[in-house]
C-alpha cells in the first residue's frame, strides 16, 4: 500500500510538473490531507463520545494539538517503521551481549501494527543492554485468541536466556492479547510486571465499525471482553501499570484503558501512538526492569 502510494504520487507529481506545479503538488498533498481528515474524525469521536467518561475531559487544544502529532506519527509508523524497518533491529539475548544477564523486556505491539511500531523502543534497549524480544502477532485479523501461544513462545525464551521473569511492555491491542495469555495455567507467576500503553481493556467505541476477528473482539462491550473481564478483574494475579490518555483517539471512552486494581496513570494531551512514545511511560518502564 505504502509503495503504491508512493508511486501513484509520484507518476502524478512527474506528469503534471513542470506544466501545472500547483496541480503537481496537490496531488501528493491529497494523500497526507486524507491522512489527517480520518484522524480528525477519529478526535471528534473520542470529543463526542466521552462525554459522560470519568477521566478528565480533554480541552480544545489538547485535542488539535494531538491530532496534528498524530498526522505526522502515523505516516512516520505506517509507512516507513512498520513496512520497511520492521527487523532493522533483531531480537536482543543475552548470548549476544557482552554484559551479565539481567532481566529483559517482551513487547507486544497492537492491531495492524507489527515489531517495526516499537522501533523507538529497540534502539534504546539495545545501546542500554537490556534483553528483549518483540514478537508479531499473527494472523494480523485473526482472533486474539490465536496470540497467546506467540506470547508463551517469547516469555519462555527470555526467561530461558536471562534467568528470570520478564517485564511485558503492551500497546494498545497487546495488553488484550497477554490478558488472554495469563488465562492460561501458570502464566502469571512468571510474569515480573505487565505495562501496558493505552489498551481498551474494556473495548473501544470505535471497533463497532471493523469487519475482522480481532477487530470485533475490541469493540465495546462485546461478549468476548466482557468475559475477559470477568475472567481476570485485576490482572489475573500480575501486577500491572496501565498508561492512558484523554486524547487517545482510538480508545474510547478513555477509561476502558485502566485496569481495577492496576496502577493507572493517566498521560494528558497524547493521541493514541504517542503515548506509547513518552518519556515518563519509557522512563517507567526501564525503572521496572530494575526493581
Keep these: 500500500m505504502v509503495l503504491f502510494l508512493a508511486g501513484a504520487a509520484l507518476g502524478w507529481f512527474a506528469w503534471h510538473w513542470p506544466a501545472a506545479p500547483l496541480l503537481a503538488i496537490g496531488g501528493p498533498a491529497v494523500i497526507w490531507v486524507g491522512l489527517a481528515l480520518v484522524l480528525g474524525a477519529e478526535f471528534l469521536a473520542l470529543g463526542v463520545v466521552g462525554r459522560a467518561d470519568p477521566a478528565p475531559r480533554p480541552t480544545a487544544r489538547q485535542l488539535i494539538?494531538?491530532?496534528l502529532a498524530s498526522t505526522w506519527l502515523n505516516a512516520l509508523v505506517f509507512g516507513w517503521w512498520q513496512p520497511f524497518r520492521w527487523n532493522a533491529i533483531p531480537d536482543q539475548l543475552p548470548a549476544s551481549l557482552r554484559r551479565p544477564p539481567r532481566r529483559g523486556m517482551v513487547l507486544v505491539h497492537g492491531f495492524v501494527c507489527n515489531r517495526g511500531f516499537w522501533t523507538p523502543w529497540l534502539r534504546l534497549l539495545r545501546q542500554r543492554g537490556v534483553p528483549f524480544i518483540?514478537?508479531?502477532?499473527?494472523?494480523?485479523?485473526?482472533?486474539?485468541d490465536d496470540y497467546p501461544t506467540i506470547i508463551e513462545d517469547a516469555v519462555q525464551r527470555i526467561t530461558r536466556a536471562t534467568g528470570t521473569a520478564p517485564l511485558l511492555v503492551c500497546h494498545s491491542m497487546g495488553g488484550v492479547?497477554?490478558?488472554?495469555?495469563?488465562?492460561t495455567a501458570g502464566a502469571a507467576p512468571r510474569?515480573?510486571?505487565?505495562?501496558?500503553?493505552?489498551?481498551?481493556?474494556?473495548?473501544?467505541?470505535?471497533?463497532?465499525?471493523?469487519r475482522v476477528a480481532n477487530g470485533r473482539q475490541l469493540s465495546l462491550?462485546?461478549?468476548?471482553?466482557?468475559?475477559?473481564?470477568?475472567?481476570?478483574?485485576?490482572?489475573?494475579?500480575?501486577?500491572?501499570?496501565?498508561?492512558?490518555?484523554?486524547?487517545?483517539?482510538?480508545?474510547?471512552?478513555v477509561s476502558g484503558a485502566t485496569l481495577p486494581g492496576a496502577d493507572n496513570r493517566l498521560?494528558?494531551?497524547?493521541?493514541?501512538?504517542?503515548?506509547?512514545?513518552?518519556?515518563e511511560v519509557i522512563a517507567r518502564a526501564l525503572a521496572l526492569l530494575e526493581e
Excluded at 177 to 183: F, G, K, P, T
Excluded at 226 to 238: S, V
Aim: contains cysteine; aromatic residues 12%; hydrophobic residues 45%.
Design 65 to 67: 494539538r494531538a491530532w
Design 134 to 144: 518483540a514478537v508479531n502477532l499473527e494472523p494480523a485479523f485473526g482472533s486474539i
Design 177 to 183: 492479547a497477554v490478558r488472554a495469555w495469563l488465562r
Design 191 to 210: 510474569v515480573h510486571h505487565v505495562v501496558t500503553i493505552g489498551s481498551p481493556h474494556r473495548g473501544t467505541w470505535i471497533g463497532r465499525f471493523s
Design 221 to 253: 462491550g462485546n461478549a468476548w471482553i466482557e468475559e475477559l473481564g470477568r475472567a481476570m478483574p485485576a490482572g489475573a494475579g500480575a501486577p500491572f501499570t496501565c498508561w492512558y490518555s484523554n486524547c487517545d483517539n482510538m480508545v474510547f471512552p
Design 267 to 279: 498521560v494528558p494531551g497524547v493521541g493514541h501512538l504517542a503515548l506509547a512514545y513518552r518519556t
